[in-house]
């Protein structure tokens, strides 16, 4: 039975705290008053050469004046058109900078998220194989999958409250002038598509998912614990039955979730690879978190019969799914980008033009990154080239999510700052502490699986 140490409460704790710190100030600093962000513009417009900051300070400055001249109708119509197109480009970037913390929060939400939910999916996969190297591990993605439940709550939270609380920080769609044909905000496409994107479909649909996902996990947990004390093998035949349909459920409702969680951000955009490019860069970031957990309690001295074929399997896991994810993410670009239609290149334009380091670092972080370091069939026995692997592949994840978020966000406002790494830290903190307790529930070998023998002494 592992024991979750005092130290590693605390740092989890600290670690929540230091991310409440820094999502609190992310979500202070974001409420700028529109001749505040008037000023920013005009003092970047300066520093990129002058010409238009000369306007924008002239019309802060004088704001009283030209509503005089204006009166008197001494105002040309053009310097009232170009006025008003300031103001317009002023609120846009104002709300961006108010997008961002909600942004922020809802990155690092999802990530955490989507850890558990890409473990539970690869232990379903490992039952209804019925897998034979694997059930050492199996304690191990149990306790990671405890984070699904209280995660995906959260990251629905996070979604309405941006709508109810923020003004759509997160989701333009979600904004009730958007589909109303008199108001100035109308957006025809977005309306075509409220039979789907609408608040009410999109928290049943959310509570739909949580609900499936959450009942498998359960019940699989309420039947491998059972099954350690069984005389015979009926709790496993459940779990293969009830993973067997779960996969089933998942794939939908998988693909469902990132086109409503993710894609909808950008609702004038679709891509037909979507739900499998984030199944890949989900499994991916599930079973490195496997992996360096499980390296941790090996050296802690509580997997004594994990051995290194256990790490060399889960390391080509690592591997494969990372060439996975770089095939997915080439088939999207390049269809796309080939065909150059307009309304569908201009998710990628925007973000190689706005976000140019994060969305090629991410190429280099998720599949050269790995290829060096786990090609060699030796390198993948060895823990610290995993651990060293594992800690790039979930930055490069995160970026990921980043880069599917922001850009439609924030635009080009982003940073990876205070805001984002305190949301980092945050559900971080409470990943780990929800992991590491759920740890302590169980024995960490599921002694009563019918392949346990063959796992512990699984070598090649």
Same mark, same amino acid.
Do not use: C
């Given at each position: 039975m592992y024991t979750f140490s005092n130290k590693l409460k605390t740092f989890s704790i600290i670690l929540m705290v230091l991310g409440l710190l820094g999502v609190g100030y992310g979500f202070m600093t974001s409420h700028k008053s529109l001749d505040e962000v008037k000023t920013m513009?005009?003092? &970047?417009?300066?520093?990129?050469?002058?010409?238009?900051a000369d306007e924008v300070t002239l019309e802060v400055a004088t704001q009283d004046e030209h509503t005089e001249e204006t009166t008197h109708g001494e105002a040309s119509l053009s310097d009232t058109e170009e006025a008003h197109s300031d103001d317009a480009h002023a609120e846009h970037v104002q709300h961006q900078i108010a997008n961002r913390p909600w942004s922020a929060l809802y990155v690092a939400a999802f990530f955490f998220m989507m850890i558990a939910l890409g473990v539970l999916a690869f232990y379903?996969?490992?039952?209804?194989?019925?897998?034979?190297?694997?059930p050492v591990l199996y304690r191990v993605m149990e306790g990671i999958t405890a984070y699904l439940l209280p995660g995906a709550l959260i990251v629905l939270g996070i979604a309405v409250a941006s709508h109810y609380i923020g003004h759509d920080n997160i989701f333009v769609w979600m904004n009730e002038n958007i589909v109303d044909p008199d108001h100035k905000d109308y957006d025809k496409l977005i309306h075509n598509k409220s039979g789907f994107l609408n608040i009410t479909g999109f928290i049943i649909r959310g509570l739909i998912f949580i609900g499936g996902w959450s009942l498998y996990r359960y019940f699989a947990r309420k039947f491998s614990i059972a099954q350690d004390n069984a005389k015979d093998n009926k709790n496993f035949k459940k779990s293969f039955r009830i993973s067997a349909a779960f996969l089933v459920f998942y794939i939908y409702t998988e693909s469902m979730m990132s086109w409503d969680w993710i894609m909808s951000v950008d609702p004038h955009w679709f891509s037909t690879l979507f739900g499998w490019y984030v199944f890949a860069s989900m499994i991916v970031s599930g079973i490195t978190v496997i992996a360096l957990l499980a390296i941790f309690l090996k050296a802690k001295g509580y997997l004594e019969f994990v051995n290194d074929s256990h790490l060399h399997d889960l390391a080509k896991y690592m591997f494969g799914f990372s060439i996975f994810w770089t095939y997915l993410w080439f088939s999207q670009f390049m269809l796309i980008w080939y065909a150059n239609i307009p309304e569908e290149v201009t998710y990628f334009v925007t973000r190689i033009e706005d976000y140019n380091l994060p969305f090629f670092g991410m190429l280099i972080m998720n599949f050269i990154f790995p290829i060096l370091l786990l090609m060699n069939s030796d390198f993948k026995r060895v823990p610290w080239f995993i651990v060293i692997t594992g800690i790039v592949l979930l930055f490069g994840h995160y970026i990921d999510i980043f880069n599917m978020i922001m =850009?439609?966000?924030?635009?080009?406002?982003?940073?990876?700052?205070? =805001? &984002?790494?305190?949301?980092? $830290?945050?559900?971080?903190? $409470?990943? $780990?502490?929800?992991v590491f307790t759920a740890l302590t529930k169980a024995p960490l070998l599921a002694k009563g699986n019918p392949f346990i023998k063959e796992s512990e002494n699984f070598h090649y």
């Amino acid at each position: 039975m592992y024991t979750f140490s005092n130290k590693l409460k605390t740092f989890s704790i600290i670690l929540m705290v230091l991310g409440l710190l820094g999502v609190g100030y992310g979500f202070m600093t974001s409420h700028k008053s529109l001749d505040e962000v008037k000023t920013m513009l005009a003092e &970047e417009a300066s520093e990129h050469g002058g010409g238009h900051a000369d306007e924008v300070t002239l019309e802060v400055a004088t704001q009283d004046e030209h509503t005089e001249e204006t009166t008197h109708g001494e105002a040309s119509l053009s310097d009232t058109e170009e006025a008003h197109s300031d103001d317009a480009h002023a609120e846009h970037v104002q709300h961006q900078i108010a997008n961002r913390p909600w942004s922020a929060l809802y990155v690092a939400a999802f990530f955490f998220m989507m850890i558990a939910l890409g473990v539970l999916a690869f232990y379903a996969v490992q039952f209804a194989s019925q897998a034979g190297w694997s059930p050492v591990l199996y304690r191990v993605m149990e306790g990671i999958t405890a984070y699904l439940l209280p995660g995906a709550l959260i990251v629905l939270g996070i979604a309405v409250a941006s709508h109810y609380i923020g003004h759509d920080n997160i989701f333009v769609w979600m904004n009730e002038n958007i589909v109303d044909p008199d108001h100035k905000d109308y957006d025809k496409l977005i309306h075509n598509k409220s039979g789907f994107l609408n608040i009410t479909g999109f928290i049943i649909r959310g509570l739909i998912f949580i609900g499936g996902w959450s009942l498998y996990r359960y019940f699989a947990r309420k039947f491998s614990i059972a099954q350690d004390n069984a005389k015979d093998n009926k709790n496993f035949k459940k779990s293969f039955r009830i993973s067997a349909a779960f996969l089933v459920f998942y794939i939908y409702t998988e693909s469902m979730m990132s086109w409503d969680w993710i894609m909808s951000v950008d609702p004038h955009w679709f891509s037909t690879l979507f739900g499998w490019y984030v199944f890949a860069s989900m499994i991916v970031s599930g079973i490195t978190v496997i992996a360096l957990l499980a390296i941790f309690l090996k050296a802690k001295g509580y997997l004594e019969f994990v051995n290194d074929s256990h790490l060399h399997d889960l390391a080509k896991y690592m591997f494969g799914f990372s060439i996975f994810w770089t095939y997915l993410w080439f088939s999207q670009f390049m269809l796309i980008w080939y065909a150059n239609i307009p309304e569908e290149v201009t998710y990628f334009v925007t973000r190689i033009e706005d976000y140019n380091l994060p969305f090629f670092g991410m190429l280099i972080m998720n599949f050269i990154f790995p290829i060096l370091l786990l090609m060699n069939s030796d390198f993948k026995r060895v823990p610290w080239f995993i651990v060293i692997t594992g800690i790039v592949l979930l930055f490069g994840h995160y970026i990921d999510i980043f880069n599917m978020i922001m =850009p439609a966000t924030v635009g080009d406002r982003w940073f990876i700052g205070i =805001p &984002e790494i305190g949301s980092i $830290l945050l559900f971080a903190g $409470l990943f $780990l502490f929800i992991v590491f307790t759920a740890l302590t529930k169980a024995p960490l070998l599921a002694k009563g699986n019918p392949f346990i023998k063959e796992s512990e002494n699984f070598h090649y």
